[in-house]
C-alpha cells in the first residue's frame, strides 16, 4: 500500500500542471491501494469524494506543494475515518467494571482478554477473568493457562454448560473480591450464528457490561464491517481491539470496525504472547497504513546516529526487511562508539528498553562487547545470511569455542538477533526518506 500512494504521489509531483484529470487519476490509485489494504469499497469511494472537495485544483496549481497537500489531505480524511466522534467507557482503577469480549472464533478474544488483564496488571489494577465460552472444548484451559502464567485469578467450569450462569457466577465472585477490572471471554462459534448472537446478548443482559469490545483479525479482508455490523446488532459494542497485526494484513479492516460499531479502536495485537499489546494510536496507525512512518522520527535519528557512509545501505537493507547479524554487529560497532549510551539509541526500534534498560548501560556496553565476540568468530556466510537458520548445533559450538563463551550464551546472542529481526522486519516495504523530508507531516 505504502508503495502504490507513494507511487501515486510521486506521479503527480512530477505532472507540472495538476488538473482533474491528474488529480482523478491520482485518487483511482489510491483507491486501488487502500482496497488492496482491506478498507471497505464504500469507505473508500467516500474518503476519495471529501478530497475532491477539499482539494482545492487553483490552489494546486499556483502552489509548488502539491504532493504535501494531498498527502496531507489523504492523511487527515484517513485519521477522521478511525474517529468516531466520542471516547469509548474507559474503567477507572479502584472502581469495579465489567468488559465483555465479543467476536468470532478464532479472532483472538481470549489471548485478547489476557493481554487487557495483564496489561492493567501491570498497572496496579486487580484484574479477573471469567470464561463464558462453554461450547468450545479447551476453552476453559486455554483462558485458565493463560490466567495461571500472568498471576490473574479466573473463574469458570468444565461441568457447566450454561456460558449465563458461570459469566454471573463469575462476576459475582470477582466483585466480592473487590477485583475492580472483570473481564467476561465468550464463545465465538461460526456454526448457528443466529444462536450464538441470541448467547451473547444473554450473557451481556445478565451480566451489565460495562464495556463491551468487538475482538477483529485484522486478517479478515472486505468481510470486516459486516462483521463488525452483525456483532453492534446484537450487543452494544463499545470499543474495538484489532488483532494479528503483526502478520501480512494491513489494517484497512480496523476503518470498517470503527464504522460499523461507531466505536474506537482501543489497542492492537501484534503477537502471541502476552506482551504483544499496543495502546491504539491513530496517527501512527495511519502513518503505517500510508507507508510513510511513525519512521520519521526514527529516520532522522539514523541519520544523526549512523556515520554517513553507512546510511544508504542500511537504509536499503531495512527497506527489503532483511536485518542480518552482520548489520546487527554493525549496530553493536555504533553504538559502542558513541561512548556512554545515551538517549539517542532510545530511538531504534528495539535497541532500547530490552537490550538497553535504563541505569544498566554499563552492563549493557559489556553484554554488547560480548555478543561483539561470539560474532567474531563468526563466518562471513553466517553473517550475512538472511534467515540464520544455517545456525546448527555444530556451527553454535565452533562459536563458542571460538570465542571462549559458553553455548548458552551464544543462544542468547541468537535469541536477541531473532528478537531485533522481528521488530526490523516490520519496516520492510518503507519508504525510504531523505533527511527532513518527512517533517512535512
Ligand atoms: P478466540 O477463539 O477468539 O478466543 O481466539 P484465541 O485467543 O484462542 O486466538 C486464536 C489464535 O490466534 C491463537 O493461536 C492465538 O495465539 C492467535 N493470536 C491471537 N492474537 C494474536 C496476535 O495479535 N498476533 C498473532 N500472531 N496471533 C494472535
Ligand atoms: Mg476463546
Not at 512530477?14 to 488538473?19: E, P, R
Not at 468481510?223 to 452483525?230: G, P, V
Not at 507507508?291 to 531495512?318: A, R, T
Request: glycine residues 8%; positive net charge; aromatic residues 8%.
Amino acid at each position: 500500500l505504502g508503495g502504490s500512494i507513494s507511487r501515486a504521489l510521486q506521479q503527480m509531483s512530477n505532472a507540472t500542471i495538476i488538473d482533474e484529470k491528474v488529480l482523478a487519476e491520482c485518487l483511482n490509485e489510491i483507491t486501488r491501494a487502500l482496497l488492496q489494504a482491506d478498507v471497505q469499497f464504500k469507505l473508500v469511494r467516500d474518503m476519495t469524494n471529501n478530497i475532491k472537495k477539499i482539494v482545492n485544483l487553483d490552489d494546486l496549481a499556483a502552489g509548488h506543494n502539491k504532493r504535501r497537500i494531498i498527502q496531507q489531505a489523504i492523511f487527515n480524511e484517513l485519521c477522521k475515518m478511525l474517529d468516531p466522534g466520542k471516547p469509548s467507557f474507559t474503567p477507572k482503577k479502584g472502581k469495579t467494571s465489567v468488559v465483555m469480549f465479543v467476536g468470532l472464533q478464532g479472532s483472538g478474544k481470549t489471548t485478547t482478554c489476557t493481554k487487557y488483564a495483564f496489561y492493567h496488571q501491570k498497572k496496579g489494577w486487580k484484574p479477573a477473568l471469567v470464561c463464558a465460552d462453554t461450547f468450545r472444548a479447551g476453552a476453559f484451559d486455554q483462558l485458565k493457562q493463560n490466567a495461571t502464567k500472568a498471576k490473574i485469578p479466573f473463574y469458570g467450569s468444565y461441568m457447566e454448560s450454561d456460558p449465563v450462569k458461570i459469566a454471573v457466577e463469575g462476576v459475582e465472585r470477582f466483585k466480592k473480591e473487590n477485583c475492580d477490572l472483570i473481564i467476561v471471554d465468550t464463545s465465538g462459534r461460526h456454526k448457528q450464528e443466529a444462536a450464538l448472537f441470541e448467547e451473547m446478548r444473554q450473557v451481556s443482559e445478565a451480566t451489565k457490561p460495562d464495556l463491551v469490545i468487538f475482538v477483529m483479525d485484522s486478517s479478515i479482508g472486505q468481510a470486516a464491517f459486516d462483521q463488525a455490523q452483525a456483532f453492534k446488532q446484537s450487543v452494544a459494542v463499545g470499543a474495538v481491539i484489532v488483532t494479528k497485526m503483526d502478520g501480512h494484513a494491513k489494517g484497512g479492516g480496523a476503518l470498517s470496525a470503527v464504522a460499523a460499531t461507531k466505536s474506537p479502536v482501543i489497542f492492537i495485537g501484534t503477537g502471541e504472547h502476552m506482551d504483544e499489546f499496543e495502546v491504539f494510536d491513530v496517527k501512527p496507525f495511519v502513518s503505517r497504513l500510508l507507508g510513510m512512518g511513525d519512521w520519521s522520527g526514527f529516520m532522522d535519528k539514523i541519520h544523526e546516529v549512523v556515520p554517513m557512509d553507512q546510511q544508504p545501505e542500511l537504509l536499503q537493507k531495512l527497506s527489503e526487511g532483511s536485518f542480518t547479524l552482520r548489520i546487527m554487529y554493525e549496530q553493536f560497532q555504533n553504538i559502542l562508539k558513541m561512548g556512554p549510551i545515551g538517549q539517542v539509541f532510545s530511538m531504534l526500534p528495539g535497541f532500547s528498553a530490552e537490550l538497553m534498560p535504563k541505569g544498566r548501560e554499563k552492563e549493557s556496553q559489556a553484554k554488547i562487547k560480548r555478543y561483539m565476540t561470539m560474532m567474531d568468530s563468526m563466518t562471513d556466510k553466517e553473517l550475512d545470511s538472511p534467515t540464520p537458520k544455517i545456525m546448527n548445533d555444530s556451527r553454535i559450538m565452533r562459536i563458542a569455542r571460538g570465542s571462549g563463551r559458553q553455548l548458552r550464551e551464544v543462544m542468547e546472542m541468537l535469541e536477541e538477533y531473532k528478537r531485533l529481526a522481528k521488530i526490523w522486519s516490520k519496516m520492510k516495504g518503507l519508504k525510504i526518506p531523505k533527511k527532513g523530508e518527512m517533517s512535512a507531516l
